[in-house]
């Protein structure tokens, strides 16, 4: 198994690959073969998902849309190919979005937050090797609470930004970020509305930020998905 899905959530395939970041190269330096989906159709970026038995790992990306939300067309379909990659034991990726589904596959729960994070913020940890303190950065106005059976790894002030249950990992913040990557949110918003006026207004100087902490933040994603799918194989049961 040396294939990664990564699931976007833009039909358009310019979008889509550049919304994968960097994690596109974490992952291919550890021998991966990314391949970029879609449950948002109709999409030439991949008309059927294949059976997660099949791949090494599934990266759910963000989204605009509320995890929580029925009413999305896309996500009954999305929310019931994750609990088959769980079920199946592939092991899962959850970013923003991601993660707050993830966490509703496994039990938990996704609401809209009390206050937005925006930017690149520290965060607390109880497993460094895993999660490091950061900065990482923060994107969202939801946020997830750790499923039933699963294990806090990182949180801020507002929100828990880490949690683990078996091989998966389901992360708040957007270790992928990179001027290309958001280059592309900002075209998503050219399409369907700014963001909220209190991120809206951080925009010019997050895309400075962005650029300025590329290297940095490429490393760290580096490091997040080599320890990740290193934990992963270490849970894998014996053949």
Do not use: K, N
């Not at 589904?101 to 937005?116: D, F, M, N, T």
């Not at 509305?193 to 994603?221: D, K, M, N």
């Amino acid at each position: 198994m040396t294939t990664a899905l990564v699931l976007v959530h833009d039909a358009d395939p310019s979008r889509g690959h550049r919304l994968v970041g960097t994690l596109r190269p974490a992952l291919e330096a550890q021998g991966l073969e990314v391949v970029v989906g879609t449950t948002v159709g109709p999409s030439p970026l991949m008309t059927e998902l294949p059976d997660p038995a099949a791949l090494r790992t599934v990266v759910v990306m963000g989204s605009g849309a509320a995890a929580y939300d029925d009413t999305v067309p896309w996500l009954a379909g999305e929310l019931a190919y994750l609990r088959w990659a769980v079920a199946v034991g592939t092991p899962v990726l959850g970013v923003c979005f991601g993660g707050q589904a993830l966490s509703r596959v496994l039990g938990g729960v996704v609401a809209q937050a009390p206050a937005g994070e925006h930017g690149f913020l520290d965060v607390a940890t109880a497993d460094p090797a895993l999660v490091p303190a950061g900065p990482w950065f923060e994107y969202h106005g939801d946020r997830f609470t750790v499923p039933p059976g699963a294990v806090e790894v990182a949180r801020t002030g507002r929100a828990v930004q880490a949690f683990v249950r078996g091989p998966h990992l389901g992360v708040q913040f957007h270790p992928e970020i990179d001027p290309g990557a958001f280059s592309a949110w900002e075209e998503t918003w050219e399409l369907t509305g700014p963001p909220p006026p209190e991120a809206a207004a951080l925009v010019p100087a997050l895309r400075r930020e962005i650029a300025e902490r590329a290297p940095e933040s490429a490393a760290a994603c580096a490091r997040l998905v080599e320890a990740f799918l290193a934990r992963a194989e270490e849970l894998r049961p014996a053949a």
